[in-house]
């Protein structure tokens, strides 16, 4: 059985930074690419950042320059690092498994807030 476990979030100032973290098990990690979405209130889901199976990142404009996606293999656990947080990037963010079923973590609140 698939899990996707995710931890990291938080309330942070503005500028702050966090880093989100997504521990899988049940499935062969390395080979699958890993996505980051995030959904505010009253919005719709978006996506934030991709990363491949070999490591090649893709990024939302709204975040490029200032989030950055990793994964360790070896741990099988992707990352996303927040940097220079603003108050518009509050919301809960998700973690996505793109296996040939799609596999969410349960999400994580971020709260970017003086």
Excluded: H
């Excluded at 309330?11 to 505010?40: D, E, H, K, N």
């Amino acid at each position: 059985q698939v899990q996707l476990v995710e931890s990291g979030g938080g309330l942070v100032q503005p500028g702050g930074s966090l880093r989100l973290s997504c521990a899988a098990s049940g499935t062969i990690f390395s080979i699958y690419t890993m996505a980051w979405y995030r959904q505010a209130p009253g919005k719709e889901r978006e996506l934030v950042a991709v990363i491949t199976s070999i490591g090649t990142t893709t990024y939302a404009d709204s975040v490029k320059g200032r989030f950055s996606c990793s994964r360790d293999n070896a741990k099988n656990t992707a990352y996303l690092q927040m940097n220079r947080l603003k108050p518009e990037d509050t919301a809960v963010y998700y973690c996505n498994l793109r296996s040939p079923t799609n596999y969410w973590g349960q999400g994580t609140q971020v709260t970017v807030s003086s």
